[in-house]
């Protein structure tokens, strides 16, 4: 693989503070709903992607489909997608896994924390590793 990590967000603030901060990664200012890294000059596949903080919650609802889209576009064909947010965010977890499914990709593993605790149907988290289908 030519890269190593590559960093994305829409805020052109937090990419030159972590440019700043962690010099190294390939930065890219990008909406997930448009992420288009080749474009940036990212060609290979992504062995794996880490969207952790919340993010998907914070999406507006009409894009979260395309955001997990743009992901199987981006993986390898065995790479890996691990995606945590918490309960009570106005993203039900049922609703995530029927829209990973619909944008090509399907859960390998699911947990109830970073630190892989079991998922069960009352957990406050998820922590889902999902590949391409």
Not at 51 to 64: D, E, H, I, K, Q
Not at 77 to 87: C, L, M, S, T, Y
């Amino acid at each position: 693989m030519g890269h190593g990590v590559v960093g994305v967000d829409v805020d052109p603030a937090l990419i030159e503070a972590a440019r700043e901060d962690y010099p190294g990664p390939d930065y890219v200012v990008s909406d997930l709903a448009e992420m288009d890294l080749p474009a940036h000059g990212i060609a290979e596949p992504l062995d794996a992607i880490l969207c952790a903080g919340n993010v998907m919650t914070f999406l507006a609802p009409s894009t979260r489909v395309e955001v997990l889209r743009r992901f199987a576009t981006h993986l390898a064909d065995d790479g890996r997608a691990v995606i945590g947010f918490g309960a009570g965010r106005g993203y039900p977890f049922q609703e995530f896994f029927d829209d990973a499914a619909v944008a090509g990709l399907e859960p390998q593993l699911r947990l109830s924390t970073w630190d892989l605790r079991p998922f069960s149907d009352d957990s406050e988290f998820l922590v889902a590793v999902l590949g391409k289908r």
